[in-house]
């Protein structure tokens, strides 16, 4: 069984800052793992994944993950924030080989000017 | 059009109506997927089809009833609903790879009186 904590359900950043979003899962399997995003009134995008290759993930929008397996973590990361960044974030888990995504209850991002 | 598109995007129906929900991808991907989306909780897996198969059933009521006649097109229908079934119903699809990228649509938007 697999299962992801996403650490506060909001975030506020000023624009240029750092924006750290929060993830840990827990999986009996190897996990692949993933961060999507959402805006208003849309689906979600995936934005990386990870599926044990490279630990240091990057995604779109500069974007990237480092998934530590000590730590069962996989934080997201962006260095400079964008106030095109608000939006809600999901991370989610799968066991390697499986289609069914877990999701986190998302993190809503703000980007204060 | 590309993608993944929904239709509706919004729909308001009675506890007593019977209404479908449409989903149709255009990526060429042979899974497809219905999640339900609802205010302060993780995103639900309902179903998932491979094949136009149904392979996964995560204890949705029987109120919900999924049709997949192809690979390109997945449909909810709906009956007999209640209140607390209004939420964001997502479509997805992906190859069927395991774990390979679900590329979500916008969404439909379900208010039952």
């Known amino acids: 069984a697999q299962s992801v904590t996403q650490l506060g359900s909001h975030v506020s950043v000023s624009e240029g800052a750092l924006v750290l979003l929060r993830c840990n899962y827990s999986?009996?399997?190897?996990?692949?793992l993933f961060w999507y995003v959402q805006y208003p009134n849309q689906g979600l995008q995936l934005l990386l994944k990870?599926?044990?290759?490279?630990?240091l993930v990057k995604g779109i929008n500069d974007f990237e993950a480092e998934f530590k397996k000590s730590e069962t973590s996989f934080h997201l990361t962006k260095p400079s924030a964008h106030m095109s960044d608000a939006a809600e974030y999901f991370c989610a888990v799968s066991a390697a080989g499986r289609r069914a995504l877990t999701f986190g209850s998302g993190t809503r991002l703000q980007v204060q000017p | 059009e590309t993608g993944v598109t929904q239709t509706p995007r919004h729909l308001v129906m009675g506890m007593t109506n019977k209404k479908s929900l449409k989903c149709e991808q255009h990526l060429g991907h042979n899974a497809m997927y219905w999640y339900k989306q609802s205010a302060k909780k993780p995103l639900e897996l309902m179903f998932v089809y491979s094949l136009e198969e149904r392979v996964e059933n995560n204890s949705v009521p029987s109120r919900f009833s999924p049709e997949c006649p192809n690979s390109s097109h997945l449909f909810l229908h709906l009956h007999t609903l209640q209140p607390e079934d209004s939420a964001l119903y997502l479509c997805?699809?992906?190859?069927?790879?395991?774990?390979?990228?679900?590329?979500f649509g916008p969404g439909t938007r379900l208010t039952v009186l």
């Open positions: 999986s009996s399997v190897p996990p692949y």
């Open positions: 997805a699809s992906s190859q069927d790879r395991g774990a390979d990228t679900q590329y």
């Open positions: 990870y599926t044990s290759a490279a630990t």
